[in-house]
C-alpha cells in the first residue's frame, strides 16, 4: 500500500528550490487503483507532507506514470501541473449508479470539488492515514489535544473521500440489493459528499459505535457541540436538514468563520 522510496536518482537537489524527499503512491481502497502521489517535501527548512491528486480516475495511472512525473521535478511543486477529478467523470458515476438527473436539485446539494493537495493529518481509529485539506488537517489535531485535556477522547472515523471512493461504497450497497434511492439515504452520490473537500471529518469515540446516531449521546459529542465551533467545524446534518440527509451527529465540517 505504500512503497517507500528513498531519495530518488535523477531529483534535483538545489536547497532553494523546494526539494523532494520522498514520494508514496496512495491507492484507492475500493477501486484498488492508485489515485495520488503523497509527496515529502522540503521547503525553507520546513518538511511538508502533501498529497497531490492526480487525474487518474478515468483511467487509473500506473505508478511508472506517476514516478516520471516526480522525477521530473517541478511537476511535484507545481499544481498548475495537475488537476481535479474531472467533472464529467462525475457525471459517468452518477449515471452508471442510476442516480436521478434530479438530485442535486432536489437534495440543495453541490457538486464538491476534490483539492489539489491533501495534508498528511494523523491517523484514523484503525491506524489509517488520514488526509484532510490544509486548515482542517491543521485544526483537527489541535481540537483533539483541547478535547483530550477535557478527558474526552475523539477519534477521527474517516477524512477525505475521492468521489471514486464514494462511487465504489454505493456501487457495493447495489450489489447487496438496494435501490439507488435507499442507498442515496444513507450516502451522498459521488462528486456531492463533503468528504471529497478535504474539509470533512467522520468522529468517533472509544466505545461508541463508529457513524451510529448513538454518538449523540456521548460526552465527546456533547464535548464537540461545545468547541467545535472554536476550530472551525460545523456539524453538516443535523435533524432534519433541508439535504434530506439522515442525521449525522458525527460527521463535522471545517469552514472557519
Ligand atoms: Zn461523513
Redesign the pocket.
Known amino acids: 500500500m505504500w512503497p517507500a522510496e528513498g531519495p530518488q536518482a535523477g531529483l534535483a537537489t538545489d536547497l532553494a528550490q523546494p526539494r523532494l524527499l520522498r514520494a508514496d503512491l496512495v491507492e484507492d481502497k475500493v477501486q484498488g487503483g492508485v489515485v495520488g502521489a503523497c509527496c515529502v517535501v522540503q521547503s525553507r527548512a520546513l518538511r511538508e507532507i502533501l498529497l497531490q491528486l492526480r487525474p487518474m480516475h478515468e483511467s487509473a495511472a500506473s505508478r511508472d506514470e506517476i514516478h516520471a512525473l516526480l522525477r521530473a521535478g517541478a511537476s511535484a511543486h507545481d499544481p498548475a501541473t495537475l488537476s481535479h477529478t474531472p467533472e464529467d467523470f462525475t457525471c459517468e458515476l452518477c449515471a452508471e449508479l442510476g442516480v436521478p438527473a434530479s438530485y442535486a436539485e432536489q437534495h440543495s446539494l453541490q457538486r464538491i470539488a476534490e483539492p489539489l493537495r491533501l495534508h498528511y493529518a494523523g491517523r484514523d481509529y484503525v491506524g489509517r492515514t488520514l488526509w484532510l485539506q490544509h486548515g482542517a488537517a491543521r485544526a483537527w489535531p489541535a481540537m483533539r489535544r483541547m478535547a483530550a485535556d477535557a478527558g474526552v477522547d475523539l477519534e477521527a472515523?474517516?477524512g477525505f473521500?475521492s468521489a471514486a471512493y464514494q462511487a465504489g461504497i454505493l456501487r457495493r450497497k447495489l450489489e447487496r440489493g438496494m435501490t439507488i434511492e435507499q442507498a442515496l439515504a444513507i450516502n451522498t452520490a459521488p462528486g456531492y459528499?463533503?468528504?471529497h473537500s478535504g474539509r470533512?471529518?467522520?468522529i468517533g469515540t472509544p466505545g461508541s459505535p463508529a457513524?451510529e446516531e448513538i454518538f449523540e449521546t456521548t460526552p465527546a459529542f456533547a464535548w464537540l457541540r461545545q468547541h467545535a465551533r472554536q476550530f472551525g467545524f460545523r456539524m453538516?446534518?443535523p435533524r432534519d436538514n433541508p439535504h434530506g440527509v439522515v442525521y449525522?451527529p458525527?460527521?463535522?465540517y471545517y469552514q472557519p468563520v
Open positions: 472515523v474517516s473521500r459528499s463533503e468528504h470533512a471529518i467522520d457513524a453538516s446534518y449525522e458525527w460527521h463535522w
